[in-house]
């Protein structure tokens, strides 16, 4: 089920949030991500990360395979995110599920996930379906 | 594409494509998935076309975020030099103040011995500011990696990205 509290619905671009067992939240990320929804974004992420803080979250799943577009400004906020996990308390990781039909992926998803390696892993789904 | 009847192409010149449009955001999207479509076209390289539409959609959300013409009327040319180099060129309105600073950063982009380092150094300046994120040409150098270089010409800013077919630097 989703939560909406957690979750975002925009023209172009959608977060859908839902608990999962195992003491899990999975983000589904679909759609472009520009500069209309930055800040947008900056506000859910501070909601997530609060939310897996102050609960029993582990594992944060975001699954950006759906994910066609991510502007330098909502990458930034990614980025933002990372260090707030790195400032406190380590009581989560994040695993991101990317898609190498969106080349974008590759590189941005290596970016972040070497700002902290440890708390951070990309999954890369084989086999996607065409763009 | 090379019909020398269809408007916006001359290939003799190379020109591939040539839009000037009163820019907003909402139309970032589309412009970003045409110029992935036509590059693949042209290049036959479906991640290059991917690093020249991010390119584009980078390009043309400075321009129009930054334009100084209240119409924030921007020109978009994309062009590929009969298989030797493919570029990016987006014009705006702009003033030498502005401009000034970007030769800057690109200078150092381009003379960056590790692009990839310099991104993760510029992630971390990023996190420091308070608005923007100053990251697009950066994320441009490394992840497209493509050369960047900007001229200033009678108040229109030019700001182009581009790299040879076929090779990555």
Known sequence: ?131 | MDNPQQPGVESDEGLVFHLEVSMGIYHLTAVRRFVAELMQSVVNDPALAARLAMATHELLENAVKYSTNTRRLVSLRVAAEHSHRVRVTVMNASTEELTAPLRVLLAQLNQAPNRDAKFREMIEQSLLRESGSGLGLARISAEAELDLSCELHQGILSVTAETAIGERP
């Open chain 1, 1 to 131: 089920m989703i939560t909406e509290e957690l979750s975002l619905r925009r023209d172009t671009f959608s977060v859908k949030t839902m608990r999962v067992p195992g003491n899990k939240l999975h983000l589904q990320m679909d759609g472009c991500a520009d500069l209309r929804v930055q800040n947008d974004i900056a506000v859910l992420l501070d909601r997530i990360h609060k939310e897996a803080r102050n609960t029993s979250v582990t594992t944060v799943i975001v699954n950006m395979e759906n994910l066609e577009f991510l502007n330098s400004g909502c990458f930034k906020c990614l980025c933002s995110w990372v260090r707030w996990m790195l400032g406190g308390p380590r009581s989560y990781v994040v695993t991101i599920i990317s898609s190498p039909k969106h080349h974008w992926q590759t590189r941005s998803l290596s970016a972040l996930r070497q700002l902290a390696p440890d708390l951070i892993s990309v999954e890369v789904v084989s086999n996607p379906p065409p763009v």
